[in-house]
């Protein structure tokens, strides 16, 4: 089976940063993905790692350690728009993404 | 920017009835996907499908649902006989490939509402 846990919520300031820790157990990998929701929404793509360490694009970053089944989207320069829920996701085998359950962030002014 | 499509946005339909739901993947994709997502709860793979067949299935795509691609365009969803617990957004994605960075697109969604 597949087994992903990331929390449930986080708050931040505007401008900060906030990193969204995420573990998984599956029966395989071919890839971890980090996609962004907006309530009602479909999801977006973010970021992709398959290989151990730091993808960065922008503002957003993500870092994976396959030895330990972790990753992390890490968040920076905050903007209002970033209010979202954030998903992560391991594509397990060549077809289907397993999901985590959904971050949502919440960006204080 | 090419994007995956969904009709209709939003579909009510009574306990029992046959409900259809439509995608028009980006055209030079070769993989499709069904997911749903219930109220507040996590996104669900359902199906994938490419070369006219599907690849996988996960235990939620059961006899009641199936799948097809009547033309070159579009890959629909079908529910014969649909339930209360049917009731979520349904997203269809697509992907170029399966493997490296071909993410999966997803469209917009239909929101299901079984009375």
């Known amino acids: 089976g597949q087994n992903i846990d990331q929390p449930t919520e986080m708050t931040a300031t505007e401008g900060a940063i906030v990193q969204i820790n995420c573990t998984y157990q599956?029966?395989?990998?071919?890839?971890l993905f980090w996609y962004q929701q907006h309530a009602g929404e479909a999801p977006t793509f973010l970021s992709y790692n398959v290989l151990d360490g730091l993808e960065e694009k922008g503002r957003f970053s993500s870092f994976l350690s396959r030895s330990k089944g972790y990753s992390y989207l890490l968040l920076k320069e905050l903007q209002m728009k970033d209010s979202a829920s954030y998903l992560c996701a391991v594509r397990a085998n060549d077809y289907k993404l397993s999901f985590g359950a959904g971050t949502t962030v919440t960006v204080r002014a | 920017e090419p994007e995956v499509t969904q009709t209709p946005s939003h579909q009510v339909t009574q306990m029992g009835q046959e409900v259809i739901l439509r995608c028009v993947p980006i055209?030079?994709?070769?993989?499709f996907y069904w997911y749903r997502q219930i109220l507040g709860q996590k996104v669900e793979f359902l199906v994938s499908f490419y070369n006219n067949e599907i690849s996988e299935k996960s235990e939620i795509f059961d006899d009641q649902f199936s799948v097809e691609r009547p033309d070159g365009s579009n890959f629909t969803l079908k529910i014969r006989s649909t339930k209360l617990e049917d009731s979520a957004m349904y997203f269809c994605?697509?992907?170029?490939?399966?493997?490296?960075?071909?993410?999966?697109?997803f469209g917009p969604g239909t929101r299901l509402t079984v009375l």
């Open positions: 599956t029966s395989g990998f071919n890839g």
């Open positions: 994605a697509s992907s170029a490939g399966t493997s490296g960075n071909n993410e999966q697109f």
């Open positions: 055209s030079n994709h070769l993989y």
